[in-house]
């Protein structure tokens, strides 16, 4: 084995019906380094970490691990658990009306008493070693999503993980967060923990990470050390082809062209949400593209939601096309041809186990009224059309949504409220957790919408995207706008200090 | 009544319909139904002998086991219609039928005797009294679907109110009395019509049908009623109102509740508080589970529903040939929901698709091997 390896994989392979998912994967984690394992969706890195906690068992090669065992048979996670490989997942899987301390040392206290006092001692030990702001007694769900994600960390640290995994941690946190995350990386990583680090997010891969391995269709493309691989070449071994679409994506979109005399499509005066955001003004031109941005909880969301009448609103009124509506609930929204793709694919997105069809006709479907379903026929064109034009990958329009991976899911979505024509369409983070090709995909998508004459609200974690694709963005801090820029105003340092505050100070 | 792919169609091949077949919604339910066919016909082949007879009226009527179960399964069925929509869509079920069809019954009898417990002549038409009892058993259906969908309590808690108190109120609408209907006519809907050998409730059955057949198809009930059973919040951003689709699902359920009530006390032209439809709410809950429909809502199979209700009937009445003990009934049963229950489970039903397929790649090796 080579030497500081921590762990081997070699020629891992994994078959599943119709499908070579992992074909001779190698993989090599060493002692206190951080590796990102990066890919585009499908290209078999969720495989991979299933094979490796014991999900999936492995159809070819051997595992090794150093000290503890060579050609490991790990059949279950509790085995992968065993052998020091922890992991830690997008959602948090903790128990959130439990205590810190208590989620930190669930099943694994021995005998029948326990000695809470040792035990909360013990845990607050361990949050101040890591810097982890929470306290023993604290109930988890009390702490941010950040903060739980950390206790998540610690309860696999403090298990004397020798390898662990984090799978996409960072894609619900805010910049902040992020921060304080990495720092806790960092820390592990000196005391000799090797890392694998699952993400989407190339800007993190950069700042954290020690090496990258890249896998593609079930493949290794190679392993790679940080320095040697700037992000283009990156992305180019992700894809497989040389990729120069995100640069000039921008030069496609017509700003000039907008009228901004016209009469606004969607106009808003003090509205005002029930779920903490201020009363604020807001307008939309046809064929504008603008965007909301802000932290985490800073009210993009919550803005976007009250426009489409998700969220109950009290005081504002509203026009649409200088006609003045009163929008209480969603489907008041869809009649005046605004469609809302949520933030929360899961939870407000897909209707989980209904087929592809039936979750791209809902939206006209409830449209046109609960006495007058579309015959199938008339579905299935639907559906076909809007498979075909997103390109969406599925084995057919009956296959429950939730079998997609998610960028696909992510596409279904996007095609539900595209075949219900809107004329201004609200995106919050419709690139959220979906590979690049897809991201870019849907940013064309956007502008090639404004450039028909539809109105578009873009909202992004990514400022890069945000500037590439939108005319103007609306700055939100702590539920109140705080700007907008436009033009040459465009620029991440202008958008930073914006956020930030940092004006005239 | 379900869309195209859940009917059976003719396969090309013998194998590729077998295959279909194994992965049909309606799997389970016809190969439950088949076992029990077996069963009989190995014990006792007359089980499946219909004789044409006279009733005491000297009208000619068809008898034998199988017109029993069709007869007797006719208030399952009907109950199995509007229960398959609540579980669908609030992901609980409805415990109170039973005796919410006291209540329906009572309100027949009610109003057809008016004061008077033991009538010369009923007090109204028939059809006044069964409207009345559709109102009625809607509204109490309103009643358990607004604690559901507005107040948001468990439907097995919710409904757990008029399990308790259903059979109190049916009695007090009649005073505590029991009403008798002499009048035959009463009697038809519950029994024969002069002339026609097979039971009416078979009819009024194969009507409901129908009538939820022609509402899945010209309405979206289905879609809504499933979309907001899988996720209630992505249903309200896309237009749907979850809280009514619920509440309207209670109530179809307490009309099937009034045509079953009614059924129940026309067979008898009286009632017995305490004891009609007693359990049926256990029974029509299994036919749904036995049709493969998930009990924790969402996607739904009306047709594998209504079988499951057949094969149910079967069952009972298999074990009532066998002159097992009444009250033994329920243990039989439970013994019989085990096994369907283990193999309708997703993990067994994938183990059995596993052994399917290594079977006939051993036989495809083995024929290659002859070559």
């Known amino acids: 084995m080579e030497n500081g390896a921590v762990l081997e994989m070699r020629g891992i392979c994994k078959y599943f019906p119709g499908v070579r998912a992992l074909e001779d994967v190698d993989f090599t984690l060493r002692e206190g380094e951080i590796h990102a394992l990066m890919g585009e969706n499908g290209a078999g890195k969720s495989?991979?970490?299933?094979?490796?906690?014991?999900?999936?068992?492995?159809?070819?090669?051997?595992?090794?691990?150093?000290?503890?065992?060579?050609?490991?048979?790990?059949?279950?996670?509790?085995?992968?658990?065993?052998?020091?490989?922890?992991?830690?997942?997008?959602?948090?899987?903790?128990?959130?009306?439990?205590?810190?301390?208590?989620?930190?040392?669930?099943?694994?206290?021995?005998?029948?008493?326990?000695?809470?006092?040792?035990?909360?001692?013990?845990?607050?030990?361990?949050?101040?070693?890591?810097?982890i702001p929470a306290l023993a007694t604290q109930q988890l769900g009390s702490c941010s999503i950040a903060v739980q994600q950390m206790v998540a960390i610690a309860r696999a640290v403090d298990m004397d993980c020798k390898v662990l995994i984090l799978d996409e941690p960072t894609s619900s946190l805010d910049e902040q967060e992020v921060l304080k995350l990495?720092?806790?990386?960092?820390?592990?990583?000196?005391?000799?923990?090797?890392?694998?680090?699952?993400?989407?997010?190339?800007?993190?891969?950069?700042?954290?990470?020690?090496?990258?391995?890249?896998?593609?269709?079930?493949?290794?493309?190679?392993?790679?050390?940080?320095?040697?691989?700037?992000?283009?070449?990156?992305?180019?071994?992700m894809l497989g082809k040389d990729f120069d679409d995100m640069a000039d994506i921008k030069s496609e979109s017509d700003a000039d062209n907008i009228d901004y005399n016209d009469i606004p499509v969607y106009e808003a005066k003090d509205l005002t949400g029930t779920t903490g955001i201020k009363p604020f003004d807001f307008e939309i031109h046809k064929g504008e593209v603008n965007g909301f941005t802000g932290l985490l909880g800073s009210g993009r969301s919550e803005c976007v939601r009250a426009i489409f009448g998700a969220d109950k609103t009290n005081g504002g009124k509203v026009w649409v096309n200088g006609k003045q509506v009163k929008i209480n609930k969603p489907l008041d929204a869809m009649k005046n041809g605004i469609s809302y793709l949520p933030e929360d694919r899961?939870?407000?997105?897909?209707?989980?186990?209904?087929?592809?069809?039936?979750?791209?006709?809902?939206?006209?479907?409830?449209?046109?009224?609960?006495?007058?379903?579309?015959?199938?026929?008339?579905?299935?064109?639907?559906?076909?059309?809007?498979?075909?034009?997103?390109?969406?990958?599925?084995?057919?329009?009956?296959?429950?949504?939730?079998?997609?991976?998610?960028?696909?899911?992510?596409?279904?979505?996007?095609?539900?409220?595209?075949?219900?024509?809107?004329?201004?369409?609200?995106?919050?983070?419709?690139?959220?957790?979906?590979?690049?090709?897809?991201?870019?995909?849907?940013?064309?998508?956007?502008?090639?919408?404004?450039?028909?004459?539809?109105?578009?609200?873009?909202?992004?974690?990514?400022?890069?995207?945000?500037?590439?694709?939108?005319?103007?963005?609306?700055?939100?801090?702590?539920?109140?706008?705080?700007?907008?820029?436009?033009?040459?105003?465009?620029?991440?340092?202008?958008?930073?200090?914006?956020?930030?505050?940092?004006?005239?100070? | 009544m379900t869309e195209s792919n859940n009917t059976i169609g003719s396969g090309k091949s013998f194998k590729g319909f077998v295959g279909r077949l194994v992965q049909n919604q309606l799997f389970i339910p016809i190969a439950a139904l088949l076992v029990l066919v077996i069963f009989n016909l190995a014990a006792d082949p007359s089980f499946f002998k219909i004789t044409l007879d006279q009733n005491s009226a000297g009208d000619p009527v068809l008898s034998g086991y199988l017109i029993t179960i069709v007869d007797y399964a006719s208030e399952l069925a009907i109950?199995?219609?509007?229960?398959?929509?609540?579980?669908?869509?609030?992901?609980?079920?409805?415990?109170?039928?039973?005796?919410?069809?006291?209540?329906?019954?009572?309100?027949?009898?009610?109003?057809?005797?008016?004061?008077?417990?033991?009538?010369?002549?009923?007090?109204?038409?028939?059809?006044?009294?069964?409207?009345?009892?559709?109102?009625?058993?809607?509204?109490?259906?309103?009643f358990n679907g607004a604690l559901v969908a507005f107040f948001k309590i468990q439907?097995?808690?919710?409904?757990?109110?008029?399990?308790?108190?259903?059979?109190?109120?049916?009695?007090?609408?009649?005073?505590?009395?029991?009403?008798?209907?002499?009048?035959?006519?009463?009697?038809?809907?519950?029994?024969?019509?002069?002339?026609?050998?097979?039971?009416?409730?078979?009819?009024?059955?194969?009507?409901?049908?129908?009538?939820?057949?022609?509402?899945?198809?010209?309405?979206?009930?289905?879609?809504?009623?499933?979309?907001?059973?899988?996720?209630?919040?992505?249903?309200?951003?896309?237009?749907?109102?979850?809280?009514?689709?619920?509440?309207?699902?209670?109530?179809?359920?307490?009309?099937?509740?009034?045509?079953?009530?009614?059924?129940?006390?026309?067979?008898?032209?009286?009632?017995?508080?305490?004891?009609?439809?007693?359990?049926?709410?256990?029974?029509?809950?299994?036919?749904?589970?036995?049709?493969?429909?998930?009990?924790s809502g969402g996607k739904f199979n009306m047709t594998a529903s209504i079988l499951g209700a057949y094969v149910i009937q079967f069952l009972t009445t298999t074990l009532l040939k066998f002159k097992v003990d009444s009250a033994a009934i329920s243990a039989y049963k439970a013994v019989v929901v085990i096994i369907l229950v283990v193999l309708s489970a997703p993990f067994v039903r994938k183990k059995i698709g596993e052994l399917r397929k290594k079977i006939t790649a051993r036989k495809v090796k083995a024929a290659k091997e002859g070559v």
């Open chain 2, 155 to 295: 439907p097995m808690v919710a409904t757990l109110i008029l399990f308790t108190a259903g059979r109190s109120i049916a009695a007090w609408i009649n005073n505590n009395e029991l009403p008798i209907i002499s009048d035959p006519s009463f009697g038809y809907y519950g029994n024969f019509i002069p002339g026609i050998p097979l039971p009416t409730p078979v009819f009024i059955a194969a009507l409901c049908m129908v009538v939820i057949a022609l509402v899945l198809k010209f309405t979206n009930l289905r879609l809504y009623a499933q979309a907001v059973g899988i996720n209630p919040s992505s249903s309200r951003l896309n237009g749907i109102n979850p809280q009514m689709i619920k509440f309207l699902t209670f109530v179809i359920l307490g009309v099937c509740v009034a045509v079953a009530g009614f059924i129940k006390v026309s067979r008898l032209s009286t009632i017995n508080y305490s004891v009609v439809a007693k359990d049926i709410e256990m029974d029509v809950i299994l036919a749904v589970a036995l049709g493969g429909n998930a009990l």
């Open chain 1, 182 to 237: 990495f720092n806790l990386m960092r820390s592990l990583k000196e005391k000799g923990v090797g890392i694998i680090f699952v993400t989407h997010f190339l800007e993190q891969v950069y700042e954290v990470c020690d090496r990258i391995t890249v896998l593609r269709d079930g493949k290794l493309v190679g392993e790679y050390i940080i320095e040697d691989l700037p992000r283009v070449k990156l992305v180019s071994k």
């Open chain 1, 47 to 131: 495989t991979l970490i299933k094979v490796l906690t014991g999900v999936y068992p492995k159809d070819g090669g051997e595992i090794n691990l150093t000290g503890v065992a060579s050609n490991a048979h790990i059949r279950s996670p509790q085995d992968a658990q065993k052998l020091g490989i922890a992991t830690v997942y997008q959602e948090i899987t903790l128990c959130p009306n439990l205590t810190v301390a208590e989620n930190m040392y669930i099943g694994r206290t021995k005998g029948h008493l326990t000695n809470w006092k040792k035990i909360n001692a013990d845990a607050e030990k361990l949050l101040d070693e890591l810097g």
């Open chain 1, 346 to 505: 899961k939870l407000d997105g897909i209707v989980g186990d209904l087929s592809v069809r039936d979750n791209i006709i809902l939206a006209l479907q409830v449209m046109k009224g609960f006495f007058r379903p579309f015959t199938r026929a008339q579905a299935e064109a639907f559906a076909d059309e809007y498979i075909k034009l997103l390109s969406i990958k599925t084995a057919s329009s009956e296959s429950p949504v939730n079998s997609l991976s998610g960028g696909n899911q992510q596409k279904v979505i996007l095609a539900r409220w595209l075949l219900a024509n809107p004329v201004y369409l609200i995106l919050d983070e419709p690139t959220r957790g979906i590979d690049i090709g897809t991201k870019v995909e849907i940013q064309k998508l956007v502008l090639k919408l404004a450039a028909e004459g539809k109105s578009v609200t873009f909202i992004s974690s990514e400022i890069d995207e945000m500037i590439r694709t939108c005319s103007s963005l609306i700055v939100m801090r702590d539920g109140k706008v705080v700007g907008e820029l436009k033009g040459d105003d465009l620029n991440q340092n202008k958008i930073m200090a914006t956020i930030a505050g940092g004006e005239g100070k």
């Open chain 2, 79 to 142: 109950l199995a219609i509007g229960m398959t929509l609540v579980t669908a869509a609030s992901g609980g079920q409805d415990i109170s039928v039973g005796a919410t069809i006291a209540i329906a019954g009572s309100v027949v009898l009610r109003v057809l005797c008016g004061t008077d417990s033991r009538p010369e002549k009923m007090q109204a038409p028939i059809i006044v009294a069964f409207l009345i009892c559709v109102i009625v058993s809607a509204l109490f259906g309103a």
